[in-house]
């Protein structure tokens, strides 16, 4: 489009670009993210949560750019990594964590904080066990392990003393989880979730610097410069397409943004025109706005209370009511705590 190059890359239809020119224009996106606002401060540490993905691997290849000697502009922030070690969930992802600690530790030398899943739970529960045996669909699965996964990453953020945390979420993977989220009961909050800047913690502050590129345009990225991804397993690998809410929205969007490429950027503009409605009263389990004219509390559910505070550490006194969001009741309904005990009664 803007030389006289070979086209090596199509971004959109009739958008052909060579490699230099896609690079400096991906590198454009994400460098006016970063720019928009100021955003980290001089010295100020930041929390980086790499989980081995495409998403992840390129945001820390960018990101280790920026830091380095060499860089333009550079970064100014001090980066810390955080791992989520998942392995006791899928089994191929065994021997991720060695790949982890040899890419953060031996060749980008930055500190390296790696939690298990399954931190802090019973010794005799593992959270698999939790998910399969008290869980009736897979969308409350993933509901499940991605709010546990955010927990453990704040209490990484607030003991390591980082008041930011970089995810690697693309705008195809909001523009997903916009239509998710409201599918579940939870419009009121995509506005919040799907932000720059998320304040629903008030120590950390999330921060999603992928949120103007999308998927295709990461992968390519990736290709071209040959930077492999650790890890692409999750818990709903090799389901089937209506296997969970998130999946048959994702397949849903991924099909229309191929006939109508306008399509993830109208959804995900479409968010930025909500309200971003933050309140004091906050979920126990999501920490979004809770919204008080009805009683949202789970004090006559002792054994939902039980998982919740296990599952997310919630420190209130065992009398306290445990407040939900609208969304986060209807997840309930598909967790079955003591499911053996209650069938044995």
């Known amino acids: 489009m803007s030389c ?23 590198i454009h996106k994400f460098r006016s993210t970063l720019s928009k606002s100021n955003i980290f401060g001089r010295g100020e540490h930041v929390l980086i949560a790499y989980s081995g993905g495409p998403s992840s691997t390129a945001l820390l290849h960018l990101i280790a750019d920026g830091l380095s000697v060499n860089a ?7 980066a810390h990594v955080a791992f989520i070690d998942e392995s006791s969930l899928y089994p191929d992802a065994i021997n991720i964590r060695e790949k982890v600690i040899d890419l953060i ?39 499940l392990i991605r709010r546990r996964k955010l927990k453990l990453l ?25 239509l998710s989220d409201i599918a579940q009961g939870k419009g009121a909050h995509v506005a919040l979730e799907c932000n720059l800047t998320d304040t629903t913690n008030d120590l950390v502050t999330i921060v999603r610097l992928f949120r103007e590129i999308m998927s295709k345009e990461i992968a390519m990225y990736n290709r071209l410069n040959s930077i492999e991804s650790l890890q692409n397993v999750d818990i709903s690998t090799m389901s089937g397409i209506q296997s969970s809410i998130f999946k048959l929205t994702e397949t849903l969007v991924n099909d229309l943004q191929r006939q109508f490429p306008s399509t993830v950027s109208t959804i995900f503009r479409t968010s930025d025109k909500l309200e971003k409605n933050l309140k004091p009263e906050r979920c126990d389990l999501c920490c979004y706005p809770l919204n008080l004219d009805e009683d949202q509390s789970l004090l006559p559910d002792q054994d939902r209370i039980k998982l919740i505070r296990q599952l997310f550490d919630t420190t209130s006194d065992s009398n306290d009511p445990v407040h939900v969001c609208y969304a986060c009741r209807r997840l309930l309904r598909d967790v079955q705590p003591n499911l053996q005990s209650n069938n044995q009664e």
């Open 4 to 26: 006289d190059e070979d086209a090596c890359v199509i971004v959109r239809i009739a958008d052909p670009m060579c490699r230099k020119c896609f690079e400096e224009f991906f």
């Open 72 to 78: 333009r502009r550079r970064l100014q922030f001090q």
């Open 105 to 143: 530790t031996n060749q980008l030398h930055y500190p390296l904080h790696i939690v298990s899943i399954d931190d802090n739970l019973d010794n005799d529960n593992t959270l698999k066990e939790l998910l399969f045996q008290q869980t009736k669909s897979l969308t409350a699965r993933e509901e």
């Open 154 to 178: 704040f209490d990484i953020a607030i003991r390591e003393k980082c008041t930011k945390l970089i995810t690697g979420d693309n705008c195809t993977k909001l523009s997903t989880q916009i």
